[in-house]
């Protein structure tokens, strides 16, 4: 008999900080990096100087928090911007703009966005999620899951920019373990901004075709008149 394989948190959070680095890193353009030790703590925070919470529930419940220092914060949303093509004079200059946790709270949503997608693909269950909050804050705020949890499990990971500033994500969750009873296949995510562009190059492909072609038909029709 072939031996179940159990999947426990931190195999969820490890798919919750590939969501984070894969997605901050495409919207900035740049590297984000974590570290490979993981910290049991025994409660969330928010801290400063901007924080942002995400509440989960469904297969399993519980808490995404990710804190941000200014320089973290700010590198991440110039390095967006400016990857989005947007001008030096319409970019916001200090964390404390509304500018700021706006496009880092779309971002978060985004990172939860995937990583529930993940959790759908790989342990056949569903979780959703609320609006992220983010805001800037200069004073820890401790927030805890509105829910009863029988044996609630905290983390926090050390995330690093290109630019070595630190953010930290914390997780908490009630301690759960997954078991394969038997394999299956993984479907491949589909990117719906792929298939546009697939879908954009092959008709750029068939109007290439059809203009040689359409070429080389007026070429013989005057190759035909003697011209």
Not at 35 to 53: E, L, Y
Not at 68 to 76: C, D, L, P, V
């Amino acid at each position: 008999m072939s031996k179940s394989k159990v999947i426990s948190t931190e195999d969820i959070l490890a798919t919750l900080c590939h969501s984070v680095t894969s997605v901050l890193s495409s919207a900035s353009g740049n590297s984000i990096s974590y570290s490979a030790m993981v910290q049991k703590i025994t409660r969330t925070c928010m801290r400063p100087d901007i924080g942002c919470f995400v509440l989960f529930d469904g297969g399993f419940t519980g808490l995404v928090i990710t804190n941000f220092t200014s320089q973290a914060a700010m590198e991440i949303y110039h390095d967006y911007m400016r990857n989005m093509g947007m001008p030096e004079d319409e970019i916001a200059h200090s964390h404390l703009s509304d500018d700021v946790s706006n496009v880092l709270g779309e971002l978060m949503n985004q990172i939860v966005g995937d990583f529930t997608s993940k959790v759908r693909e790989q342990l056949h269950t569903s979780i959703t999620q609320n609006q992220p909050k983010m805001m800037a804050i200069n004073k820890q705020v401790q927030i805890s899951v509105d829910t009863t949890m029988d044996r609630p499990q905290a983390r926090r990971v050390t995330f690093t920019t290109s630019k070595q500033n630190i953010f930290y994500l914390e997780l908490a969750m009630d301690k759960t373990e997954f078991i394969k009873l038997h394999d299956f296949d993984i479907a491949e995510a589909i990117d719906p901004d792929d298939i546009i562009e697939n879908e954009a190059k092959h008709k750029a492909e068939k109007q290439k075709a059809a203009d040689a072609k359409t070429s080389d038909l007026d070429d013989d029709f005057m190759a035909d008149l003697g011209l």
